[in-house]
C-alpha cells in the first residue's frame, strides 16, 4: 500500500544558496508507526541539485540542498518505508531564480 502527498509549498533558493528542506509525512503516518530506513530521495531534472545531510526525526525528512540553475523548476520526490512496511510518496516543488 502506498499514499501519496503534495507539498502546496513552493520553495525558492538562489543558485549560489545552500538551504535545509524538509517533507513532514507526520500527518499522513498512523500514530505509533515510524519511518525506517534511509529515505530515497530523487529529483527531476538529475545531477543540477546536490543533495546533503538527510535524517529523518519525528517522520520529518530532512536535508540540505545547493546548486541549481537559474530559472529551473525542481521536483523532489520522497519515498520513505515505515516499520508497519506502509510505503508513502510526497512530492516537493523547489524552484531557483537569480535575484
Do not use: C
Not at 549560489?16 to 531534472?45: C, L, S
Not at 519525528?58 to 536535508?63: F, G, K, T
Not at 520522497?78 to 531564480?97: M, P
Amino acid at each position: 500500500m502506498s499514499t501519496n502527498l503534495t507539498s502546496t509549498t513552493v520553495i525558492y533558493k538562489q543558485p549560489r544558496e545552500k538551504i535545509p528542506i524538509g517533507m513532514d509525512f507526520t500527518n499522513i503516518i498512523k500514530a505509533g508507526d515510524n519511518i525506517t530506513g534511509t529515505p530515497y530521495i530523487v529529483v527531476d531534472p538529475s545531477g543540477e541539485i546536490v543533495m546533503e545531510n538527510i535524517s529523518v526525526i519525528n517522520n520529518i525528512v530532512y536535508m540540505t540542498v545547493s546548486s541549481g540553475i537559474g530559472s529551473h523548476d525542481y521536483r523532489f520526490d520522497f519515498e520513505v518505508t515505515t516499520v508497519s512496511g506502509y510505503i508513502y510518496i510526497a512530492d516537493g516543488l523547489l524552484k531557483v531564480r537569480t535575484r
